[in-house]
């Protein structure tokens, strides 16, 4: 019976359209095509001309329309083709079971699968043309004249194609005479968020009532101003998706300020100087503490604090003790003489004896601290002639053999031999000696040979020696019209001093014949006699160091290797009259000489007046590097360098058995 009643409902829908189908809310199952056409074409008829009301709240915008004034096509031919497919798909059963679903449950045809698609997306894409908007990204700058420009970052609009595509079939179908379309929101590729914080930094930075940053030390206050503000700030970043605006501060510009605040700031360490004097320590310079602003360290501090909205910033300044202190003379120590010593200059040119007074002005008062390590270059400064030296004489080498040449500061050379004397006869450790190109007799030290020390700055040749005693040793000078004398003075050393006799071998005898040397720097007519032929020799002293405890002695082996000096005489040029011959004078200059019996005393006859300085000082190059003296050890100490004075022939007698000899005795 159920087989024969399912045959007899096929049999009787075979033409018509399913039972239970409906479209456009008109019921046409059951009906031949012909009927549903015809009972869907009002419906069709009013929904294309029923208004519509398509909105997007979002943008503000309503469009008044009609689905066919949208484009579009509903057919009712289309309608009843499509609802006549309900139920005539697929297998026996499967049409079956569809035709049931339809009878029992009812089955409504889609508008959409009948529409204009192509029309219904036109009418789509012209509304969302109208309304969508692209997203507008954050922007931050920096105007020349520090102004902040900005501006928010906006969101885009964009319409959901597919969504509103649904919303406007729902409404075909019946789902009411309003549509509002789906839209999405577009977030813009830099967002406030990216830029905020440099914002921010820039307004801190650069308002007009923002308070100046101050630096102080102690009594000093710096402050940066406003505009000065202004000038270090620039902006950099923020252009990019994920790439945050930086607020940069010009490093380079805050290093100058530094630069000119580390000029107030910083002030160089000064030792005490003193007088010994009666057994008793004058104060003759305070010491005064130094300091050094750390530059770089302000440039950071600077930077950090610009940025991060500070007002004040302590400067980084590192202070330095000095070594020698003025507040108690008397906690030193300094109370006997250690040893002397005193050299002549009698006879020299006055731009030497200028130069040699200046240098020992400059030693005078100097303390040594214990461990502490002089040297006479760094105590005697830059020997220039901004510095207050004069032009004088020295010998340099050359590829035509060593030649006498002018030279700023000739005479300091006798100053640090003076000074090495005493200093090598106390047994104090030698750290750095160079000898003189030519022996010099008046530098021979208690019938010592080799005992000289010659100094440069420029090619870094120096006289150094520690202080390995516990005591403070001060270093007192002072000079007449014809001498320099040094004195050691503080706690005189618990060792004993033992001087081998003096070594002399390799003697060279000199050329006797005279030399005349054109010398543009001295005025015409003058003669000056610069160096006097005597013999070259190799000295080696060594000195023994004995220490009263059993510890360690100290030997030092010195050597030098003197080469032999010419007869030389400079004939100025400076000025030669017309008509006048410079070979000549240099004839006359020679005949002047006598070459078996050279004037002891070349500087003497000489006229007063000073040379004109050349273009360029001369260079001179050390023979070899400078030895190392450790405690304990053994070394040689080498130099070689400058004027040479008129000599008799070099002597050698032995020291006296306790190393010590007579020496003058200068002045407190």
């Known amino acids: 019976m159920a087989l024969a009643a399912l045959m007899l409902f096929e049999l009787a829908n075979w033409d018509k359209v399913t039972p239970g189908v409906s479209a456009l809310g008109t019921s046409v199952g059951g009906l031949p095509g012909s009927e549903a056409v015809a009972r869907l074409k009002p419906g069709v008829q009013q929904m294309l001309d029923r208004p519509l009301d398509i909105s997007v709240p979002e943008a503000g915008q309503t469009w008044h329309t009609t689905a066919r004034d949208l484009g579009l096509r509903l057919d009712p031919d289309e309608l009843v083709a499509a609802a006549f497919q309900v139920g005539r798909g697929g297998g026996p059963f499967d049409r079956l079971g569809d035709q049931l679903d339809s009878l029992t449950r009812g089955r409504t045809i889609s508008v959409s699968s009948t529409t204009d698609a192509a029309a219904l997306d036109g009418a789509l894409g012209g509304m969302a043309h109208q309304v969508e908007r692209a997203p507008i990204d954050a922007q931050l700058s920096l105007g020349k004249d520090g102004s902040i420009q900005s501006s928010p970052a906006q969101a885009g609009l964009a319409v959901d194609d597919a969504g509103s595509r649904d919303q406007l079939t729902s409404a075909l179908n019946g789902g009411g005479q309003s549509v509002a379309l789906v839209t999405r929101s577009v977030p813009p590729s830099i967002p406030d968020e990216q830029l905020q914080a440099a914002r921010d930094q820039l307004g801190r930075l650069l308002a007009p009532d923002a308070q100046p940053l101050t630096l102080t030390f102690t009594d000093k206050t710096f402050s940066l101003e406003h505009a000065d503000v202004q000038k270090l700030v620039s902006l950099s970043g923020g252009t990019k998706p994920g790439q945050p605006a930086v607020v940069n501060i010009g490093d380079k510009a805050v290093r100058t300020w530094a630069a000119k605040i580390a000029k107030d700031v910083d002030q160089s360490v000064q030792d005490a100087r003193f007088a010994f004097s009666g057994g008793s320590l004058k104060v003759t310079r305070p010491s005064k503490q130094g300091r050094t602003l750390d530059q770089e360290a302000t440039v950071r501090a600077v930077h950090d604090a610009l940025l991060a909205g500070g007002t004040s910033v302590a400067l980084p300044v590192t202070t330095i003790d000095p070594k020698v202190s003025s507040d108690d003379p008397a906690a030193l120590g300094i109370t006997e003489l250690i040893d002397r010593g005193s050299t002549a200059f009698a006879g020299s040119i006055p731009e030497k004896k200028h130069n040699i007074q200046l240098a020992a002005e400059r030693l005078n008062g100097i303390v040594v601290a214990p461990g502490q390590t002089f040297s006479f270059n760094d105590a005697v400064g830059p020997t220039t002639i901004d510095s207050g030296f004069q032009w004088g004489f020295g010998i340099t080498s050359g590829n035509d053999g060593p030649r006498t040449v002018p030279s700023v500061a000739g005479g300091i050379c006798q100053v640090a031999t003076t000074l090495f004397q005493p200093v090598y006869w106390a047994g104090y450790q030698l750290e750095e000696r160079y000898w003189h190109m030519y022996w010099i007799p008046a530098y021979t030290s208690r019938g010592v040979v080799g005992l000289d020390v010659t100094v440069d700055g420029d090619s870094g040749i120096d006289f150094k020696w520690t202080n390995t005693t516990s005591s403070y040793i001060l270093i007192q000078s002072a000079t007449d019209d014809s001498n320099i004398y040094f004195g050691l003075y503080g706690k005189k050393p618990s060792w004993k001093v033992q001087v081998d006799d003096a070594i002399l071998t390799n003697r060279t005898p000199p050329d006797p014949k005279p030399i005349a040397q054109e010398e543009p720097t001295l005025p015409w007519g003058r003669t000056l006699l610069v160096e006097t032929a005597r013999d070259g020799f190799d000295a080696e002293v060594v000195r023994h160091v004995i220490p009263n405890d059993g510890s360690k002695q100290r ?93 008799p022939k070099p002597t050698s007698r032995p020291a006296a058995a306790n190393g010590i000899a007579p020496t003058p005795t200068p002045p407190h």
């Open 555 to 647: 030997d030092l082996d010195l050597k030098s290797n003197y080469l032999p000096a010419r007869t030389v005489t400079l004939v100025g040029s400076s000025g030669k009259p017309a008509g006048a011959s410079i070979d000549d004078a240099i004839q006359h200059a020679l005949d002047a000489q006598k070459p078996a019996e050279p004037k002891p005393t070349p500087a003497a006859d000489a006229p007063a007046a000073s040379p004109a300085p050349p273009a360029a000082a001369p260079t001179v190059q050390p023979q070899t590097a400078p030895a190392v003296a450790k405690p304990g050890a053994t070394i040689t100490a080498v130099v070689r360098n400058q004027p040479a004075g008129p000599t």
